[in-house]
């Protein structure tokens, strides 16, 4: 079976996810958290992080690396442009994201959802505010000089970088972080548009139906 070694709730594991549920590929998830790694998990994940990906060809890790290769084992509904151009900048946000966004969503996301609600933590607000007020806003800064009026991060369809840049965004959601529609109008509404597409919508009952129960 095809298999993701992670949680749906940590970004890179969705980035996976999401690319599987693009494609239509039948896959568990095998629930490895960040904290609770099994013994053995260095044999899977060498890096022992998450997600790792197993199936009848290869065991492998790094998001990166496993939507490449879905991509090229499950070419339908391509999440890589053709073009070369607009391919290497689909790698480059992809890349953005899981750097600058995560840099600053991560650790809200930590405080916010990890300490407080996970492990019943009292999370440190003040953190969070001088991330909201001194370093989210270039973050921000730059993707709204980037993102077009209509259509996905690089093209008219989803690539690879809006799996990635969404589940940061997903996971600011879940951590009240709003894009501020006045300050970044082309972020918000490409949030708003990507967030409702039946692939993101899903995904997000999906993690809302795990938090409630
Ligand atoms: N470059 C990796 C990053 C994966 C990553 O940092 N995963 C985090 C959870 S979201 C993790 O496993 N952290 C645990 C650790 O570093 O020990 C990828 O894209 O898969």
Known sequence: MTTVYGVQLSPFSRKVILALEAKDVAFEVNPVTPFEKPEGFEKISPLRKIPAFEDDQITIA???VICEYL???YPQNP????NMVARAR???????????????IGPIFFERLVKKVMLQQTP???????????ELPPVFDYLESQLGETGF??????????????SHLTN?????????AVRWPKLATYTGRLLATELF???????????AG
């Open 153 to 166: 991060l690089v093209t008219d369809t989803l690539t690879v970088a809006d799996l990635a840049l969404g």
């Open 124 to 134: 440190d607000e003040a953190r969070v505010s001088q991330i909201i007020e001194d």
């Open 172 to 180: 600011a959601l879940y951590s009240g972080v709003e894009v501020d």
């Open 71 to 73: 991509e090229q084992r």
């Open 90 to 104: 689909a790698r480059w946000f992809e890349e953005y994201s899981d750097t600058a966004v995560l840099g600053v």
């Open 79 to 82: 999440l890589y442009p053709q």
């Open 201 to 211: 919508a899903n995904r997000i009952a999906a993690d809302k139906a795990l938090m």
């Open 62 to 64: 790094d998001s990166t």
